[in-house]
């Protein structure tokens, strides 16, 4: 079964105490306030807020009153953090089945939930073994802990490497409008090819971070299209990769209302093929070959 997810989903590592630290109440009105703006989907990993943020999710979620099937939750594991909560030596992989399952239901038990739409793992380890992980995967899909399988930061490679022992559902990957390698590098195509649904981190790029040449050549063009479209720059931004015909969801950061709401309008803007390229050119600073 293919799962839905909002067109714009709604990343969490900026909620807790890595960014905003939002009170239960806050981060209780936050996902009404997604909700009620057509975002369901809700991207978290174990790590985020130093393994913590997960289950301030979990209280809040708790505290909406609302139903479980209301909402997709995705999460992933792998990443041994080094921080304060566990004792880690060094940042360093782990995608041992034992490990696998055991991350799994810690999320699934902090985020008060009975099971994941969709556990992705979180970056490429060298030492991965597709048995290992496939292992794990058909433990977690038989109990109906999770719904669905996928990767985050594979390459084509390693996402057949997997691929070979499970069904990989989705790959979250980097991806904005100055950050356009997936275009060139197969990333998307592979997913194309291989029934696989992109969702990409950090959707607005470098473009409100950094001021040099490319990102004052995409201001120039996004400001020639604010008017045509009646879009904000943010908006214009994520429109374009939602343009992209595999299908990308973006995976926003913010935990500002008023950012939350105006992302979601993005859906509803129809680039021009001329206009996303013009964008695609700010970018590159070149004509297309």
């Known amino acids: 079964m293919k799962l839905t997810y909002s067109s714009i989903i709604q990343g969490c590592m900026g909620w807790g105490v890595w960014g905003a630290k939002l009170s239960e109440n806050e981060m209780t009105d936050r996902i009404h306030h997604c909700l009620e703006n057509g975002i369901t989907t809700f991207d978290h990993a174990d790590i985020y807020g130093d393994y913590t943020t997960e289950a301030s999710f979990g209280n809040a979620f708790s505290a909406s009153n609302l139903a479980?099937?209301?909402?997709?939750?995705?999460?992933?594991?792998?990443?041994?953090?080094?921080?304060?909560?566990?004792?880690?030596?060094?940042?360093?992989?782990r995608y041992d089945a034992d490990y696998i399952v055991w991350s799994?239901?810690?999320?699934?038990?902090?985020?008060?939930?009975?099971?994941l739409d969709l556990l992705l793992l979180h970056r490429p380890s060298p030492l991965m073994q597709p048995d290992e992980v496939a292992k794990?995967?058909?433990?977690?899909?038989?109990?109906?802990?999770?719904?669905?399988?996928?990767?985050?930061?594979?390459t084509p490679s390693q996402t057949a490497l997997i691929a070979s022992k499970s069904k990989v559902s989705a790959n979250q990957i980097e991806f904005s409008l100055t950050a356009i390698e997936a275009l060139w590098n197969g990333s998307l195509d592979d997913m194309m090819l291989n029934d696989i649904t992109p969702m990409c981190w950090s959707p607005l790029g470098s473009v409100f971070k950094e001021d040099n040449e490319q990102t004052r050549r995409i201001h120039k063009v996004l400001d020639d299209l604010n008017q045509k479209y009646n879009a904000t720059k943010d908006q214009l931004?994520?429109?374009?990769?939602?343009?992209?015909?595999?299908?990308?969801?973006?995976?926003?950061?913010?935990?500002?209302?008023?950012?939350?709401?105006?992302?979601?309008?993005?859906?509803?803007?129809?680039?021009?093929?001329?206009?996303w390229f013009r964008m695609l050119v700010s970018s590159q600073g070149h004509k297309v070959a």
């Open 68 to 93: 479980r099937e209301d909402i997709q939750i995705i999460s992933k594991c792998g990443i041994q953090y080094v921080g304060n909560t566990r004792d880690n030596e060094i940042k360093h992989y």
């Open 104 to 115: 799994a239901e810690k999320s699934i038990s902090d985020l008060n939930s009975d099971y």
């Open 136 to 154: 794990a995967v058909d433990k977690l899909i038989s109990e109906g802990k999770i719904r669905s399988f996928g990767l985050s930061n594979f």
């Open 237 to 275: 931004l994520l429109a374009w990769i939602l343009k992209h015909p595999s299908g990308i969801h973006p995976v926003i950061g913010t935990a500002t209302p008023e950012r939350i709401a105006n992302a979601s309008k993005a859906a509803s803007i129809d680039l021009s093929e001329i206009d």
